[in-house]
């Protein structure tokens, strides 16, 4: 198993992601992997009491975060598409808690030239899914891609678009 960090920069845009960037000190700062292998997307995070929603769990609006972040980061490695998020479902099964680490992993379901079928799940020390989701991901036009990047997108870039 190859495991590859993910960069915005090797896609050729600079970030200030809430979720993924290191550089955000606001942010969680997850680093998130290709495992080339498996084809899917994966990262660990433990978050602390910044985080809270209720006195012990994780805020449920950053686990959807987190899961989001993760498929779109799947549309972009095991994809190859530049894509936004359409419609999402969650479910939550057993709570995130703070200060425990957590595994996130996003597979692609179904690819078109147009749009992704996503799939996503935070997962405790035991294997257990805590929080599931699905969602559809729109695949960004090209000048869709370029006005959201701020420039436009060399030939390398392009190659990810629909």
């Not at 769990?57 to 899961?67: D, E, R």
């Not at 530049?82 to 099964?93: D, I, K």
């Not at 799940?121 to 959201?148: G, K, Q």
Request: aromatic share 8%; glycine share 4%.
């Amino acid at each position: 198993m190859a495991l590859v960090r993910l960069h915005n920069e090797t896609w050729g845009f600079d970030s200030n992601c809430f979720v993924c960037e290191p550089r955000n000190q606001h942010g969680l700062r997850i680093p998130f992997l290709h495992d080339d292998e498996r084809d899917v997307v994966v990262a660990e995070f433990t978050l602390d009491n910044a985080f809270s929603g209720a006195p012990s769990f994780v805020h449920g609006g950053l686990s959807l975060a987190i899961l989001d972040e993760a498929q779109a980061w799947a549309a972009i490695a095991v994809a190859k598409k530049f894509a936004v998020t359409g419609e999402t479902t969650s479910r939550f099964l057993r709570p995130v808690r703070l200060e425990k680490t957590y595994r996130v992993e996003a597979r692609i379901e179904d690819r078109g030239d147009e749009k992704l079928r996503t799939s996503a799940a935070i997962l405790d020390h035991e294997d257990r899914v805590c929080v599931e989701s699905e969602a559809t991901f729109i695949v960004l036009s090209e000048a869709v891609a370029a006005d959201a990047i701020g420039a436009p997108l060399s030939e390398e870039e392009s190659k990810y678009l629909r």
